[in-house]
Structures are given as structure tokens and as C-alpha cells.
């Protein structure tokens, strides 16, 4: 379990909802709006990097993300893979604490890079590139600096296990790329099991136990790159957001969650953890941010009770 550092609420981007999901509400409809603190402060420049996770359909040449508009273009909830907003639209719309303008260079399918792992064109790589080209220079559309900028990173790490360290290293090099340009809050999820999608379940069970390992050690390259990254540089802030555990969770018991089991389907986004056979539906994705915020209010619940402790009993 990774804890979110303070500059995530420093930098409005933190989830700041009231309640903890019960097993029978449907609580995407009692998300309370986040209170606004100084509405007069910058805005947050969260710059995104994935695949179909991530997707949203952005074009960095067209409508520029604004405080009318903060995902630029398309409208909020179109372009993804969930039937409505995925983590990025719920991270700059819903769970933000103060203005955050989404600039996600997310593109379906994308690996790290295609000269390791061949796929669909907008690899990681190439999103960089998209991002240096017309976002590196702090143009005045989008004025960001190393304090108010986070960069957030979510792949799922296609290819094969033997290829896991190269393609990790890669991705290091492209997050010291963003670093060299001035990045320093950087932001990585985690690989969900996506073994447990109806994707690899109807491939038998081999094929889930090989992929399921396949994960696991990409995570584990992923965590190691993190930590060697931070401890690296010295002055960069980094978070791991583990959504591997938090949708294991909801896979291991969706009836508590208001899904009739793990493996339906629905494209509504809502009745069903799947939205696709790959792809977990809108309701998934905001329940996968509900206990981002439990186990924060969690550590905060631990930390008063230690301080009380303290002062009282030492
Ligand atoms: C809000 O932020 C602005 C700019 O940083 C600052 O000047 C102002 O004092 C802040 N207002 C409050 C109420 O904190
Ligand atoms: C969160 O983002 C939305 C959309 O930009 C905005 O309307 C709202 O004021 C923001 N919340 C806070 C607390 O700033
Ligand atoms: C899962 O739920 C769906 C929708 O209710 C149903 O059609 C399907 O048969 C269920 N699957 C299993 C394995 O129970």
C-alpha cells in the first residue's frame, strides 16, 4: 500500500470525497463536489502518458484545456474506454481539490515503445515526443513549472515476460526525458490484473496463470524503477498508485460493490465490472478511486492516533 504524499493534495489533485462506499449504495451518485480552497490558485498541468487504460481522445492541436474546459477536447467522458470519464477525467473533474487541466496523450494499444514490443503507432515513445513538441517549452497556453505539474504515467505493459526489465528501463528513460525538461511530480499506476478479464479467462487457465506471473513481475520492475528513480534524483516526488490490489478487491467480491459477479459485461459502463471484455466500465474505475481515499483517510486515522499515544502515554 503507497500512501499519497501531501503534494497530491498540494497540487489539487486528491480525492476529497466524504464517504466510504457502503455495500449497497451506489455511491458514484453521492460523490460530493470538492470544496474549493483558493480558487485563485494555478492550476495543476497533469500531463498523462498509457494506453486504453487512459485513453480520452485528446488532441494536443485542437482546444487547449482551460478552466471552462479542463480536458480541452473531446468533451469529458467521449473518447475513453469506460462509457464515461476514466481515472484522468475523475482525477481533473471530480476528485480534484483545485483546477486541474488534463493534457493526455493516452493512445489505445500504445506498449512503451515499438521498437521492443511492435503494436498500434502512439507508443509511449511517440507520446513523449507529442509532449516535447508542443508542451516542453511551457508555451502560454499551458505555463506549467516543476511545482505544478504532475506527470502521470499507467500502462499495462504489453509483451512478453522476458522483455519485462527492457521495457521498464525504457520507460525510466523516457520518465528522465520529462525530467530533463523539468518535470519533478511524477505519478505511476500499477498493472490491474487484467489476467482476470474475461479477455484471458476464455483462453483457459494456463494462459491466466502465465499472464498473472507476467504482471506480477512487471509490477515489481515497475516498483524497483519508481523507488531507484526517487532515490536517484533526490528532488523529485513520486506515487505509485497500486491499482493492482484496490481492483483485486473489487474482483474477489463484486456483489459488495453492486456487481452481480466478476466476469459480466456490460457496455453501459455501470451494471457490470467490464465495460469490454478488456476494458473495466466507468462505476469500476470510480470504485478503484474510492479506496485511494479510504486508505488515506486510513493513514490519517493512524497518524492522530500515534500523536495521541505520544503525548499521553510516553
Ligand atoms: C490564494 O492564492 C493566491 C495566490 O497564491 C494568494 O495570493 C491568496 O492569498 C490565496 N488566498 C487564500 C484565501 O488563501
Ligand atoms: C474541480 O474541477 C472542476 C472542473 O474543472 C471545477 O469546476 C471545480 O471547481 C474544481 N474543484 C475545485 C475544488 O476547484
Ligand atoms: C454473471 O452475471 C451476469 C449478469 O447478471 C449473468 O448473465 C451471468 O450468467 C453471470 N455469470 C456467472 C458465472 O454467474
Redo the contacts with the bound molecule.
Sequence with gaps: MKLPPSWLLASGITFTMTAIPTATARPWTQVPRPRAENTTTNPTYFFTFGDSYSQTGFSASSTQPSASSPMGNPDLGTGTTTNGPNWIGYLTTTENASLVLNYNFAAGGATIDNALVPAYPGDLASQFRLFEDVYAEKPETAPWDAKDAVFGYYLRGWGVATYTLKLISRLESLVEEVYKNGGRKFLFLNVPPTSRSPFFLDQGEEVVKQHAEYLAVFNRNLEEMVEKFNKEKGDVTTVLYDSWSFMTKILDDPTAYGF??A??IDDDGTS?IWWNNYHPGMNTILFVGYYYYYYYYYYYYYYYYYYYYYYYYV
Design positions: 452481480p459477479n466476469t459480466c457490470c
